[in-house]
């Protein structure tokens, strides 16, 4: 399991935008993926509060939401996000990193569905929560 | 009967309150956005860096990229509606406002893209439409493209929460 971790903290960090923004997976599955992204003072979108814009936590709930998808058992060989919706609750705590927490719940032949939660450090009031459709592309002549 | 005023001045009025607002949001900057007026109309325009990149093998913007593009132009398209009506109305100080004093930006209530294709890594454009624009919600759509505008390659649909303005009362 460490290696799977650890090929997969590997994955994330080639990610060009993912590793601008500082994200780091800490947690792996099956079909579940935790990734936390710090607070950075670039990515705040209102400088008066120093709260995140709502655009970084997006980056980190898609990023959490596609390593859910690659890490369910179906195995997919490929995901791209179909859409996301994200309902934000509140503005994150300005200093405290953000954690996403996504859940692949279920998948069909191409299609997989996900939920994602992400928290400050008040993990009891989420920030953010987000439902979305990713396609699932799976290995030529394996059995669905 | 006033003579207009000259080109120049209305101009350069605008154009550095619409500065001022983008300038005050660190995480554009970050992107490396910017926006391109003409009379009200804005089209926003990221222009290509590697730092974009989410799928390196094919290789595709991030996802998470996109996402912010669209949240980016729908919130400052927004914003910019109501700062325009204040500017051209004189509701509100044109020098205060280029020097930093601009309205706090709506915030996101809810958010929702529509991925239609993968992003190349080349320059994007978006353009947000206001649908609704009320006291205290707005709803506005945002649609990206890259180089045919007939073929966008995302959608976003964003419902926000208004800023409280100057003379709200309480109830």
Redesign the interface.
């Known amino acids: 399991m460490t290696d799977i971790l650890t090929i997969a903290r590997q994955f994330i960090q080639a990610l060009p935008y993912s590793r601008a923004l500082g994200m780091e997976l800490t947690e792996l599955g099956p079909g579940r993926a935790t990734i936390t992204m710090p607070w950075d003072a670039r990515l705040v979108g209102d400088p008066a509060t120093g709260v995140l814009h709502g655009g970084a936590i997006s980056a980190l709930m898609d990023t959490a939401s596609g390593a859910s998808v690659m890490s369910h058992p179906a195995a997919p060989t490929s995901t791209a996000t179909l859409d996301l919706r994200i309902d934000y609750m509140r503005p994150a705590t300005p200093g405290q990193s953000i954690t996403a927490r996504a859940e692949c719940h279920h998948v069909t032949r191409s299609v997989a569905f996900v939920r994602v939660t992400a928290c400050d450090d008040d993990t009891a009031r989420p920030v953010a929560m987000g439902t979305g459709a990713f396609t699932l592309e799976r290995a030529k002549g394996a059995t669905p | 009967m006033k003579r207009p005023e000259p080109v120049q001045v209305v101009k350069s009025r605008r154009d550095s309150a619409l500065a001022a607002l983008v300038a ?4 554009i ?3 490396g956005i910017r926006f391109d007026r003409r009379g009200d109309e804005l089209t926003a325009w990221l222009p290509y860096s ?7 093998t094919l290789p ?6 996109t ?3 669209l ?2 132009t729908a919130l400052i398209g927004l914003a910019w509606s109501s700062l325009w009506d204040d500017l051209e109305a004189g509701r509100i100080d044109p020098a205060g406002v280029a020097a930093g004093q601009v309205p ?2 709506p ?9 239609l294709r ?1 992003g190349l890594p080349r320059d994007c454009y978006a353009r947000a439409t206001v649908n609704r624009s009320g006291r205290r919600f707005a709803s506005v759509q945002v649609e990206a493209w890259q180089d045919n505008r007939a073929r966008p390659f995302a959608l976003g649909s964003v419902h926000c929460l208004m800023p409280e303005r100057a003379g709200d009362g309480a109830a």
């Open positions: 005050a949001v660190p995480y900057q970050f992107l590697e730092m974009l990149i989410g799928n390196p595709a913007l991030h996802g998470g990229v996402a912010s593009f949240e980016v706090p930006l915030k996101t209530i809810d958010f929702t893209v529509d991925y993968a």
